[in-house]
């Protein structure tokens, strides 16, 4: 039988295994044991609220997805036990890294000893230098370092442990003038402090405006793309200077040992900008994108399908995403980040769609691309993804336009045939402005392991189905029995992931289960 599906331009016609029809139990082979659902909730044909329904499927017709064969695993994202292990090394790494200058400073003899307080002082703030240096590894999107956590993993990382980067390095100052302030104190006067003191007060100065710009931005209202500029422009100056102040301290440096480590930790930074600034984009510009269509969705939200332009694309796990740069260059920087919300897995060309909320200054101007026009990808990266958390059944929640990676990994399901259960809970403001809600109608029929349940804040008139907020009530009267060992995948708005992820903590879902995509990354 032929399937016509909008899988959102990437995959709108197919032939498949005969599916099950809605309202038709005669399912054929690999789905005999699961009952088709009458009740997805939709108003045209409303569910019953209450009381919660059975399960979708016994534990004996649940049936693990498809691995993927070696040749499909995109790059990005290491397999399951490679991943733990390399994961593991690459922490041993960054600890043995912010180490290495104590070990390096306490093994020096030649040197004379120092009052403690300045030996602590000056030790914390060479570990404060080393996080600093990886800090720029941390956001250079080098895949094999992303690989084991995902690269959102590691941009929160970068954004939590710069405090600590911070501490430390205010550590040394600080422990300095509680040795002696009258020896320390002229040293910030930076008019009759030596080089080295100028170095070091102007390297924290920096540093101080990095946290501060990075924290305040959007109180200063200031452009994301300005803002980015700056962050790497103060980040580079911090480090340079800190090392400049080093040097002129000539006192690690005094040996060759120590020349060499601070020359590698200079080659370090300079190889990490030359990679993501000038070699990684240069081979995105290499592999350019095309922009097939621009379909207007509902939610203000427009979907860009695009399609490899004189090269293979790639493959991708559903749930990931790319960073996206609209016209000729792939060095501008203005690239933003959009979640996959076509599937994985589908025989496509190497056409993937982006589906993208019209709401900021960027976005606005999405609509408005000429399909043929130019773009870049540079993806696919992070590990919001079911195919890195198997389990028995799936729990999606997506507010408003986080419904996008939840809308790959559900299709994704569709292609494979995964017969999980997947209960999806899905808010927005009113029935009319439901991203993709026709598409989920029309996978529901196909896929009877799939429950959507919208909740709306304005519902309209005759609505059965729940409204006002997702809370801990609406989850419980909704979530299959057996949701305990499901995994959760959460992508909304910060206030609502953060309420529901209370929620279903309260409800005893283990937070290793729970896994959430935040938008704003930054
Ligand atoms: C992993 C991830 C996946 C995403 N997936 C989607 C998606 O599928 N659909 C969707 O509509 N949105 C998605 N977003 C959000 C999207 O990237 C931003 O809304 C968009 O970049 C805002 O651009 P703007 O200039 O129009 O908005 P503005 O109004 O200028 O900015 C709004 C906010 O968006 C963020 N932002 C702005 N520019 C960038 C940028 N270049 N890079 C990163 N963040 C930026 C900033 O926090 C900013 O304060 C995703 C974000 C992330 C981090």
Known sequence: MTYSIDLRGVSRAGRRPQPPAREAPAAPVGLAAVRVRPDVIDPPRPAPAAPAPAPVAAAGAVRAARPLPAWRRPAGVAPGATRVMAGMALIAAYVAFCLAPLAIVSIDSHTPHRP???????ALGYVGLAMMVLQFTLVSRIKWLAAPFGIDILQRFHRQVSFVALAFVLAHPALLLAQSLPTYLPLFDLRTAPWRARFAVSSVVALLLVVFV??????????????????????????????????????????????????LVAAVVVGV??????????????????????????????????????????????????????????????????????????????????????????????????????????????????????????????????????????????????????????TNPDWESVTFREQLDELSGYMPNLRVVHVLKQPPPGWRGPSGRLDADVLARYLPRQYQTFEYFICASPAMMDAVEESLLELGVSDYRIHSERFGMV
């Open 214 to 263: 990075s924290i305040w931005r959007r109180k200063l209202r200031l452009p994301y793309e300005v803002w980015k500029v700056t962050h790497g422009v103060l980040s580079v100056s911090v480090l340079f200077l800190a090392l400049a102040h080093m040097v002129g301290v000539n006192r690690f440096t005094s040996s060759p040992g120590g020349r060499a480590v601070v020359a």
């Open 273 to 426: 900008l030359v990679w993501s600034r000038l070699i990684a984009p240069r081979r995105h510009g290499f592999r350019p994108w095309r922009v097939v269509d621009v379909i207007p969705e509902r939610g203000r939200a427009v979907t860009l399908v695009v399609e490899p332009d004189r090269h293979p694309g790639w493959s991708f796990l559903p749930g990931q995403f790319a960073w996206v740069t609209v016209g000729g260059s792939p060095y501008r920087v203005d690239h933003h980040p959009f979640s996959l919300s076509s599937p994985a897995d589908a025989d496509t060309r190497g056409r993937v769609a982006m589906t993208i909320k019209q709401a900021g200054d960027w976005t606005k101007t999405v609509g408005s691309i000429d399909p043929g026009t130019r773009v870049h990808l540079d993806g696919p990266h992070g590990s919001f993804s079911m195919d890195l958390h198997q389990a028995p059944g799936y729990v999606f929640v997506a507010g408003g336009v986080g419904i996008t990676p939840i809308y790959s990994m559900i299709a994704t399901m569709f292609i494979r045939e995964d017969i999980r259960p997947v209960t999806v809970f899905y």
């Open 116 to 122: 403690f307080l300045v030996e602590l002082s000056v």
